[in-house]
């Protein structure tokens, strides 16, 4: 190895490891193993994933597919057959959608499509990190413009921050970590001044009050992304779909960097869960009546407070200091998103709505620790 590669590759490897990653955290096994207790004692709310979900029913799906399909074989007419599939469900037609490998590959996609080193990104904060680590990769700078006091846009503030070097406009929208929607006016009013491509995030747009994609024609500088994570459930098969213009559609689907960047097996498993609405349908109906429940019994705690959401989870303040409060779950086997300082809250947590049974153990535990 000469000392020329050597310096290079330790260069580069020291680039490497400065960039800032997406981190998973701790998993339920390994913080079983930590407490010493099994892995199915784990009350795991910290990823909005969408347990009201029949499983049984989605076991049936998976059996009837594990008869269909050939695994040795590379995806055929997949994408097209969801996009078909899409059509009913979205109201838009098939040249209006892109399938991806989730929402977080779509905008990868789209900043690797759209941005070159230089180009800027605005957004608010907080809000869901991946843009901003994509734009960082790229070598893009990212203007983040806080929040008001009320969780919505400050949209004289993101005004300020257009330019003729600005190419990405990124809106969350049920917003994560924050749980609200925003304003459609405000929506309306960034997007349409925006000199660039706007993504619009509506990964929980199923548990929200309304959605962008009846107006997509509206706004041809506008990708919309959805996502088969929360709402229906398959957040292991990572099935995410956009929905824009049919020329920005076009450039999304024929210009992906990759041949076959979605798994056949997780498109044709949307698919069935499409043709069998009645199963998210009614998980999203119960999932909104127990974060209504949960966010009411959570407010009668003290030093604990819970915002109203459109997500499937909740943001939580508590009086306590987060660092100690999370610790403290942990070791009871209560996973949640750790937030700390947000805004004007010092001790932010983010929720998933669990099953009854795993919202109960949260809330006793929360009395527990915010009484000791």
Avoid: H
């Avoid at 759209?114 to 957004?123: H, L, M, P, Q, R």
């Avoid at 006091?149 to 003729?164: E, G, H, K």
């Avoid at 705690?301 to 819970?306: P, W």
């Avoid at 809250?345 to 009484?371: D, H, S, W």
């Amino acid at each position: 190895m000469s000392m020329t590669y050597r310096k290079w590759i330790s260069q580069k490897l020291e680039k490497l490891n400065a960039i800032d990653c997406y981190s998973a955290g701790i998993t339920p096994e390994a913080l079983a193993r930590q407490i010493g207790v099994n892995p199915k004692e784990i009350v795991k709310l910290n990823f909005n994933e969408n347990f009201f979900v029949d499983r049984a029913k989605q076991s049936e799906l998976i059996k009837e597919l594990a008869d269909e399909i050939d695994l040795r074989m590379y995806p055929e007419d997949e994408e097209g057959k969801l996009r078909e599939a899409l059509t009913a469900y979205m109201g838009v037609p098939k040249d209006y959608l892109t399938i991806g490998n989730a929402g977080d590959e779509l905008i990868d996609r789209i900043i690797r499509l759209f941005i070159e080193k230089g180009d800027a990104a605005v957004s608010f904060a907080p809000s869901f990190a991946i843009p901003r680590l994509c734009m960082k990769r790229l070598g893009g700078e990212y203007k983040a413009v806080p929040l008001k006091d009320d969780f919505q846009l400050d949209v004289p503030a993101m005004l300020s921050q257009f330019s003729d070097k600005t190419r990405l406009l990124y809106l969350c929208s049920p917003n994560n970590p924050t749980a609200n929607q925003m304003k459609t006016e405000d929506v309306e009013t960034l997007a349409k001044a925006f000199p660039g491509i706007v993504i619009l995030d509506e990964a929980y747009g199923e548990f929200a009050d309304y959605s962008f994609v009846p107006r997509i024609r509206e706004f041809p500088n506008m990708i919309i992304l959805r996502t088969f994570s929360k709402a229906f459930g398959l957040a292991m098969l990572r099935l995410g779909y956009s929905v824009s213009n049919p020329e920005l559609a076009k450039v999304l689907t024929e210009r992906a960097p990759l041949p076959y960047p979605v798994s056949g097996f997780s498109i044709r498993m949307g698919i069935k869960m499409l043709k069998n609405m009645d199963i998210m349908r009614t998980a999203v109906a119960a999932l909104k009546t127990e974060r209504g429940k949960l966010i009411e019994t959570l407010n009668q705690i003290d030093g604990v407070q819970a915002f109203s959401s459109q997500a499937d989870f909740i943001l939580v303040n508590t009086q306590k200091p987060a660092d100690e409060v999370y610790q403290k779950l942990l070791a009871r086997g209560i996973m949640l998103k750790k937030w700390g300082n947000l805004l004007q809250y010092p001790n932010c947590f983010r929720v998933t709505v669990g099953l009854p049974e795993m919202n109960a153990k949260l809330i006793e535990a929360l009395k527990q620790i915010q009484g000791d």
